[in-house]
């Protein structure tokens, strides 16, 4: 078992900024990959970033590009991912999520384990 706690969610104003984390513990294998995704109410999951065991290869969905940057910690076993200009239409719950395959990818379904999601909201 993965346990997967974010933290860093919060309320902005639009065009502020926030750094979400992504702590795992557990059994976490020695080469993962990890995302985030969000939801908002009324829609679906969807991804918004992803980032491969080395941190070479990153991956974000053209909504967040140029203002998220998706990056990890491996000592500490922890992702970060710092929203830049955020934007009402960014508000939703954001989660992490850790896959046991090393490279990026931004099927939900790849991926093993789920954090509890963290709210961020921004308002106009």
């Known amino acids: 078992q993965v346990q997967l706690v974010e933290s860093g969610g919060g309320l902005v104003q639009a065009g502020g900024s926030l750094r979400l984390s992504c702590a795992a513990s557990g059994r976490t294998g020695s080469i993962y990959g990890m995302g985030w995704f969000r939801q908002a109410p009324g829609k679906e999951r969807e991804f918004v970033s992803g980032i491969n065991w080395r941190g070479g290869n990153t991956d974000y969905a053209d909504s967040v590009k140029g203002r998220f940057t998706i990056s990890r910690d491996n000592a500490k076993n922890t992702v970060y991912l710092q929203m830049n200009s955020l934007k009402p239409e960014d508000t939703a719950v954001y989660y992490c999520?850790?896959?046991?395959?090393?490279?990026?990818?931004?099927?939900?379904?790849?991926?093993?384990?789920w954090g509890q999601g963290t709210q961020v909201t921004v308002s106009s």
């Open positions: 999520a850790y896959s046991s395959r090393w490279y990026v990818d931004r099927d939900s379904a790849t991926y093993d384990y």
